[in-house]
T-cell receptor, first 116, second 111 residues
Framework: DTGVSQNPRHKITKRGQNVTFRCDPISEHNRLYWYRQTLGQGPEFLTYFQNEAQLEKSRLLSDRFSAERPKGSFSTLEIQRTEQGDSAMYLC??????????????FGPGTRLTVL | RKEVEQDPGPFNVPEGATVAFNCTYSNSASQSFFWYRQDCRKEPKLLMSVYSSGNEDGRFTAQLNRASQYISLLIRDSKLSDSATYLCALTRGSTLGRLYFGRGTQLTVWP
């Protein structure tokens, strides 16, 4: 399977714990995105990388959230001191952006986080 | 005002029907437009990009109206397997970065 992969698929944690999610993009894609989706809503943007550079962060990304893409391949999203409001599906997407590209983004299966 | 507005539905149609969804956007600098399909508790899957002249892929037709700032998706000859949530999305500006999504329109096709 050469699509976007995410691990773990499900995570249940207690409030106040730290969690880390991993995303492996499609191999030739230079951009990697993180989104968050709650029930009945469309995905909301969190942050994105082009290669290893983090180019944009949403206001939604509080100081408890941090994302890295150290070698321009896989990425991790860490949430510190989780809160119940962090419960959501965390989606990763990747794309290849070059001249004339429309930036079509392809999503992984997501990590469903439940904070108790 | 939200960046992207969609009627959440639900739309309930019989097999074989034609159904259309609209999605309006507020920023005239919006650059690229897409329709995604999302099944329950699954990830969004890219259905089609929307081109300025309109485009068709089998039973699906997408159109863009920049003057009125909306995109549309038409599904002809609906199948039971078309039941899903349809999300419109767009990017803004020359960097073509983040996607802005609507909240999705739920479609149920019944036999």
């Amino acid at each position: 399977d050469t699509g976007v992969s995410q691990n773990p698929r499900h995570k249940i944690t207690k409030r106040g714990q730290n969690v880390t999610f991993r995303c492996d993009p499609i191999s030739e894609h230079n951009r990697l995105y993180w989104y968050r989706q709650t029930l009945g809503q469309g995905p909301e943007f969190l942050t994105y990388f082009q290669n290893e550079a983090q180019l944009e962060k949403s206001r939604l990304l509080s100081d408890r959230f941090s994302a890295e893409r150290p070698k321009g391949s896989f990425s991790t999203l860490e949430i510190q001191r989780t809160e119940q409001g962090d419960s959501a599906m965390y989606l990763c997407a990747s794309s290849s952006v070059d001249r004339g590209s429309k930036n079509e983004q392809f999503f992984g299966p997501g990590t469903r986080l439940t904070v108790l | 005002r939200k960046e992207v507005e969609q009627d959440p539905g639900p739309f309930n149609v019989p097999e074989g029907a034609t159904v259309a969804f609209n999605c309006t956007y507020s920023n005239s600098a919006s650059q690229s437009f897409f329709w995604y399909r999302q099944d329950c508790r699954k990830e969004p899957k890219l259905l089609m990009s929307v081109y300025s002249s309109g485009n068709e892929d089998g039973r699906f037709t997408a159109q863009l109206n920049r003057a009125s700032q909306y995109i549309s998706l038409l599904i002809r000859d609906s199948k039971l397997s078309d039941s899903a949530t349809y999300l419109c999305a767009l990017t803004r500006g020359s960097t073509l970065g983040r996607l802005y999504f609507g909240r999705g329109t739920q479609l149920t096709v019944w036999p």
